[in-house]
């Protein structure tokens, strides 16, 4: 009898231990989807944040291969936004990234609205939508609210210890991309996708504002493909609804088109 006891003590003490680990059970499960995905809307900046015009980043970047880790000094990307979306894994609006190495252009793409080039020149389409379906992902939380996308909750969990919301949308065309959401002040935390490449997580952190500016931007991005951690992304400035030239978006690019940083103070 007195075994008994203290072995039904036991698993009721392991019970109360389990039951204390953060997001081993979900967060309010009375709460939907929709909601934490305007809770989310909001934190990250509201209106501004879910229908920019235009967005400019610079930093630099870390990319690890075969065991070693290269940094590439300047690492930047230009973006103008679409009013809507359909797929969340295609191209659409503009798009310019570019990543530089000992002062040569290592990763150099643009994509002006229907058709994508390197500095050799346009590339085959079939190729180049293979390539952004790997890369495109994170945009679709900002159309997560529109018509003909749905929301699910996924189980709650960990992302780099903190507690948070797991939200699946699925837009128009039956694309799915995960996006992890902080319970604690609903900071989009990861986003999460297939690809050709694996499966794709960014996870983000050491958010930042500008100076009188409700956009939140994560300094620091992680990528990973299979688990594997790919490349980080340090941003050390960005700039929202800045004039992006059309000149941009086309390589090779012609001489004489300034982008926003050309002439903006240096990154601190």
């Known amino acids: 009898m007195i075994r008994t006891l203290i072995l039904s003590a036991a698993l009721l003490t392991g019970c109360a231990t389990a039951n204390s680990y953060p997001a081993l ?3 309010q499960p009375e709460r939907t989807a929709e909601d934490i995905m305007r809770a989310a809307h909001m934190a990250a900046g509201g209106d501004s944040w879910v229908r920019p015009e235009t967005l400019a980043m610079d930093g630099y ?3 690890y291969r075969d065991g ?9 990307m230009y973006r103008v936004y679409d009013a809507g ?8 609006g503009k798009v310019r990234i570019t990543s530089v190495r000992g002062g040569i252009p290592i990763i150099d793409v643009a994509f002006d609205g229907s058709t994508t080039s390197t500095a050799a020149g346009p590339r085959p389409q079939s190729e180049a939508d293979k390539q952004w379906a790997s890369n495109f992902g994170f945009g679709v939380i900002r159309h997560a609210l529109d018509d003909g996308y749905s929301l699910s909750r996924l189980p709650d969990d960990l992302i780099d210890g903190k507690p948070a919301y797991l939200i699946r949308i699925t837009d128009p065309v039956g694309g799915e ?3 992890a959401i902080a319970h604690a002040d609903h900071a989009i935390l990861s986003v999460a996708f297939d690809t050709a490449r694996g499966w794709h997580e960014r996870i983000y952190s050491d958010f930042y504002s500008n100076p009188g500016v409700s956009w939140v931007q994560p300094r ?7 688990g ?3 490349n980080e992304v340090i941003w ?3 700039m929202i609804d800045a004039p992006l030239d059309d000149c941009l978006f086309t390589l090779p690019q012609r001489d004489g088109c300034p982008g926003p940083f050309d002439t903006a103070e240096p990154a601190p």
């Open 228 to 230: 594997v951690k790919a």
């Open 61 to 63: 970047g870390i990319f």
């Open 220 to 226: 620091r991005v992680r990528l990973y493909y299979d």
């Open 85 to 92: 979306k359909a797929d969340a894994h295609r191209a659409d």
């Open 177 to 179: 991309t995960q996006f």
């Open 68 to 76: 070693q880790a290269t940094r590439h000094e300047r690492h930047r």
């Open 25 to 27: 059970m979900p967060e």
């Open 236 to 238: 050390t400035r960005h």
